[in-house]
């Protein structure tokens, strides 16, 4: 799922071409992609991008006003991409030949495309006509990049959850999954299955500057690497990331293989020796596989 760098670096690339843009319509391949009625979306048609905004994993579009009686005077048209969705910057009127494209949207000076792989088709696209039907989107967490280490903490101490899931729920903090949440724990030095409420004081700052540390170091990665073009490969698996994705892999820092455990259709991804002294966590599947097979320390995976 793009993440805050990801939808940050999207935002950037967008707002670039379609800024002052007219949204002449959009084409859709699958009417489930639109979960709003009321305004119907037919409104954007005719309206000028006015700005863009991110509401946590969202991209959303404000739309100015247009002559025609009986519509609000300003439109916010918001795109969740979920786990699978893709934007694409094409030239006008580009078509949609191919099975994962979902909708169009044609501005004067070229057309947004969106995909979607897989198929379960996740991705949203709600029309909305204020504020309030804006801010009844967002899930409430904080900005990560501008709050406070106190606001911070008290935040993630609201909840009973492992840092792993404190990190992703989106009403503790906002535009951080599944991939970016791996490498702020390697850094940070943290299990991921440590309890939130059994953090010190000193692991909670080490968190805090870890968080800011990650996102804007890939945020900036992401900018240099689109080079003023549209992003073209968003992925939750990357190039220079220490931990996610990269099972058996040496770790960065200390050459340990990374280790991880399967849960549905996520795995998380850690460094046994940089972050659970030692500790081979379960994996849920493969531990009640192997039973006594299943190694319970770095050293018993290395001796075996």
Known sequence: MPELPDVVVYLAAIEARVLGQELRGVRLKSPFLVRTAVPPLAA???RKVTGLRRVG??????LGPVERSGEPAQLFLSLHLMIAGR??????????PRRTDLA???????????TEAGTKKRA????LADE????ALDRGGLEPLTCERDEFAARLRSRPHTVKRALCDPRILSGIGNAYSDEILHHARLSPLQRVSNLTEEELTRLFDSIRAVLQLWTERLRRESAGGFPAKVTA???GMAVH?????????CAAPIQRIVRTENEVNYCPRCQTEGKILKDRALSQLLKDDWPSSLDELEES
Request: proline share 8%; aromatic share 10%.
């Open 132 to 135: 309030a039907g804006l801010a």
């Open 44 to 46: 954007v048609r005719g």
């Open 87 to 96: 934007l694409h910057w094409k030239p006008p009127g580009a078509a949609l």
């Open 104 to 114: 169009a949207f044609d501005l004067e000076n070229g057309c947004l495309l969106l």
């Open 237 to 239: 698996f990357r190039d």
């Open 245 to 253: 994705g990269r099972f058996g892999q040496p770790c960065p820092v």
């Open 124 to 127: 949203a696209v709600h029309v």
């Open 57 to 62: 994993k969202r991209l959303v579009f404000v």
